[in-house]
């Protein structure tokens, strides 16, 4: 059984840096997607990007293309989120999720998900 696990989440302020980490266990890591979706109060869960494990491509949303990156270990299979320029609106539960799909560009791609880790930007 497919399990993800993420870490980093924590309180930072307007402008800063932070890297959120996601580590997989229980299945095949590659080829396959690893997703970064957040959900922020009582919206919907938003599709943040992703990388196709073996090949290391990416695709961000609009909303955070050019300020987040996707990074993976393979070896370690643990999947990064690096998060600049944080703004208010990036405050939300931050999840990793994995898809046999590529490209998932959608929250309901994904097929495995972890327990979310928070992130708040305070200005």
């Known amino acids: 059984q497919v399990q993800l696990v993420e870490s980093g989440g924590r309180s930072v302020q307007v402008g800063d840096s932070l890297t959120l980490s996601c580590e997989f266990s229980g299945g095949t890591f590659s080829p396959y997607t690893m997703g970064w979706c957040r959900q922020a109060s009582e919206n919907a869960r938003e599709f943040g990007g992703a990388i196709e494990t073996s090949r290391a491509a990416t695709f961000y949303a609009n909303s955070v293309k050019g300020r987040f990156t996707i990074t993976r270990d393979s070896g370690r299979g643990t999947t990064y989120l690096q998060m600049n320029s944080l703004k208010p609106d990036d405050t939300a539960i931050y999840y990793c999720?994995?898809?046999?799909?590529?490209?998932?560009?959608?929250?309901?791609?994904?097929?495995?998900w972890g327990q979310g880790t928070q992130v708040t930007v305070s200005s």
């Open positions: 999720a994995y898809s046999r799909i590529w490209p998932a560009t959608q929250a309901n791609e994904y097929q495995y």
